[in-house]
Each structure stands twice: as C-alpha cells, then as structure tokens.
C-alpha cells in the first residue's frame, strides 16, 4: 500500500515520456520533482509550463547571433528575474527540483541550464547544454560559432580560456572538444538523478530519496547496469530483507556471464541479506 496514490502515477508518465522519439526535458524535470513531492497535483505542474511560457514571451523575437541570444537570456533570467547559483544551493534537495528552481530562482547549475534552455528553446534559440566536468554550461549556434553561458553565474559568457579553467579546476584535465557537444536530454536526466542521489548518499536518513532517484534511473531507456545493484542495497537498507536479495541474485545472473567471480560475491550478499529476517 502506498500512503499516495500519485508517485506511481507519476513514474508511470516518466517511464513514457522518456521513450517519447524527442523526450521533453521540462517535463522529465517536472515529473521527478512530482516524484519527489507526491502532494504536487496536476495544477502544479501546469504552472511551472506555463512560467517557462510566460518567461520565454518576454524575450525579444526574431532570429539572433549565438552571441546576441546568449546576452538576451542573460539580461532576461539573470539580470531581471535574478536565477544564479550559490556554492550553499548543494546543500538543498530543492536545487535539483524545477518547480522550486522556477520559484526560488535558485538551482545547481544543471537545472539552472535546463530553464536557460527552456526559454530558449520556447523563443526559437539554437540552445542545448555542454555537460562540461564538474560544471554544466548551456551552449548556443553551431561548434563554429558556439557561444557558451553559465547560467549558475548569472549567463556569463564563457571564453575559451574560461570553459578551459573550469574542466581543469573539476578534474585537472584539459578541456577536449568532445566535451562542448550538445549533451542529449535523457544524459541530462540522469545526470540529474546522480545529483539527487549524491545528495542522499551524505544523508543516511533519506534513503527514500536515494530509493526513487535511483527508480526513477532504471525507468530509462540506457541506464548503467550496476543501478540494479544500488537499488538492492537501498532495499536492504531499508529493511526489505526478501526484496534486496532477489534484486541481487538478477544482478548476479546479469554479471555472471562476464565476471563469474563477482557474481559469486553478490550471491553470498543476496543469502547474507535473507538470513537478516531470522
């Protein structure tokens, strides 16, 4: 029995907008957090779409230079409307949430770049998303022409030299041009899944979140494989002793054909977790 009838509802719509041949990354956005907070209803949903409208009517309209939409945005959503990003916006769930970076015009820099995009989309932008290491970006025209903005940072245009200095400050690597790709909807999805669950890994009392980000993942068309096994853990975790094991045994059977050794260690997880219910 679910205390809400809505999360199954929710996931269900996920699950199919995810398939969709063009998956709407508001939509996605909108649904985890529908996930997230099962009491939102419809109506809530309906608004946030509605103020992407609303924010995207009010941008000047007509065909544009990369670098004139990127400074476009930047006067609309960073200088009037105010969305940016703080270092202490890590610390809260909502930052990974749409409707509460729509509201709170605050977010980490992935759903920050999700609104950019959004808008952008919505008033006939050539936009998408660069997933730089470390630090999402939105980019703008074709790899000749590209414009880059940080949405965290207000839309500040990045340099060259900028997007270099952040990849090296996140991982130490240089910058390769495969990195400024347009990043796909559903990578973003997920990257924003990771997020909520590295949120929940720091805070052992909200395994249930860990629990349906990691759920939701698995509702993706690609997903890494070793999610399964994530999930068991959380189960066990949680006291769904019976649960956990039988996710391990098919993660197991999964592994055995390649690592043979490593599925017999995730069979004995699987007994030592049923033998936690005598």
Known sequence: MHDHPEPDRWRTRFARAAREERPGLAELCLLIGAVAEPELGEAELDAAEIEL?????????????????????????GDRCGFHGTPGDYRHLESSLLHHVLRRRRGLPILLSAVWMEVARRAGAPVYGVALPGHFVVG???????????????????????AELLVAGATGERLRPSMLVPADPLDMVLRILNNIRAWAAGRPERSDVALWAVELALLLPSHPARLRYERAQLLVQRGDFLAGAAEIDAYADVVAAVE???????????RAARARLN
């Not at 941008?59 to 476009?72: D, I, N, Q, V």
């Open 140 to 162: 703008f025209g074709d790899p000749g022409e590209q414009v880059l903005a940080d949405p965290f940072a207000g839309g500040r245009p990045l340099t060259g030299a900028d």
């Open 260 to 270: 043979p050794a490593a599925a017999t260690t995730l069979r004995a997880h699987a």
């Open 53 to 77: 409208d609303r924010l995207a009517g009010l941008l000047p309209y007509g065909p544009k230079s990369p670098r004139a939409w990127t400074a476009a945005l930047a006067s609309l959503l």
